[in-house]
């Protein structure tokens, strides 16, 4: 499931305390509503975009770019570790939100 290996993720990093802190907060509370309880293997472009679409008017575009660059660390993590074969934040149809 896409939360446990974001908690793995998590774990692994080198952020001093007040960045982890962000990064974990942001992580629960913008990734984990839609993509938490989803295997690493379903989330696909569609998904990506489908989740910035229901943050953008929730949130600011600046807010949504940092968020969604924590997400594509995550899943280029993933690639690396062999967990799933492709990132869908690099999708020529995915676009990091502009701030």
């Known amino acids: 499931m896409f939360r446990d290996y974001a908690e793995q993720w998590m774990r692994g990093q080198t ?5 982890r802190e962000s990064v974990e907060y942001r992580v ?4 984990y509503p839609m993509l938490g309880d989803r295997p690493l293997s379903k989330i696909n472009p569609g ?10 008017d929730v949130l600011s575009a600046s807010t949504r770019s940092v968020v969604f660059a924590h997400l594509r660390a995550i899943l280029g993590a993933a690639v ?3 967990k799933i074969v492709k990132n869908p934040c690099t999708a020529r149809s995915v676009r990091q939100p502009r701030h």
Do not use: A, G, V
């Open 47 to 56: 998904l990506i975009r489908d989740w910035d679409r229901s943050l953008y």
């Open 15 to 19: 952020f001093d305390e007040s960045t």
């Open 28 to 31: 629960r509370k913008h990734l």
């Open 80 to 82: 690396d570790d062999e």
